[in-house]
């Protein structure tokens, strides 16, 4: 279920309006969690806010998951779990990023966990993070061509 734009359970949401309306694209609420959809060029400025905004106080990144959405378009999605323990908060961050330009800002400066989680997305799926401090293969070998978890990469043979 996805609400409309009208209806704001969550202060995260409204707050995000207040502050720069454009930041969120749609907002999903589903079993009592809610996901915040961005435009890419907002992820960054997103971050930082949600992070240092004390009433927020998202210090805790848990995780970035990545999705290959092929053949759909946009085809890749960065989904940043992201915990307020202070506020006893959760929320989910949500950027889809184009196939043909598979970039999206680094969150490494904001929380430094976020460092191996995008090396990882990079090496199995091949989206970049401008910015990153060290963006490198973490998994395969640097001489490994592809990125495995493509939905469009061989299944068969070795590389």
Excluded: C
């Excluded at 704001?8 to 907002?27: F, G, M, Q, T, Y």
């Excluded at 990882?120 to 401090?133: C, K, N, Q, S, T």
Aim: net charge negative; hydrophobic share 40%.
């Amino acid at each position: 279920m996805t609400e409309t734009a009208d209806v704001d359970p969550n202060p995260i949401v409204s707050k995000l309006r207040e502050w720069e309306p454009r930041a969120v694209a749609e907002v999903i609420a589903f079993r009592g969690e809610t996901t915040i959809v961005l435009p890419r060029e907002f992820l960054r400025r997103v971050a930082e806010y949600l992070a240092n905004v004390p009433e927020f106080d998202f210090k805790l990144l848990s995780d970035i998951t990545g999705v290959d959405r092929f053949p759909v378009e946009p085809r890749f999605e960065l989904n940043y779990h992201l915990v307020s323990i202070s506020q006893r908060a959760r929320v989910r961050l949500r950027v889809r990023v184009p196939g043909s330009d598979p970039v999206a800002d680094s969150v490494t400066p904001v929380w430094p966990t976020a460092n191996w989680h995008e090396r990882e997305i990079f090496d199995l799926f091949g989206v970049r993070f401008a910015g990153h401090p060290d963006l490198a293969r973490i998994l395969l070998p640097e001489n490994w061509e592809g990125h495995p978890l493509r939905k469009d990469f061989p299944t068969v043979g070795s590389r």
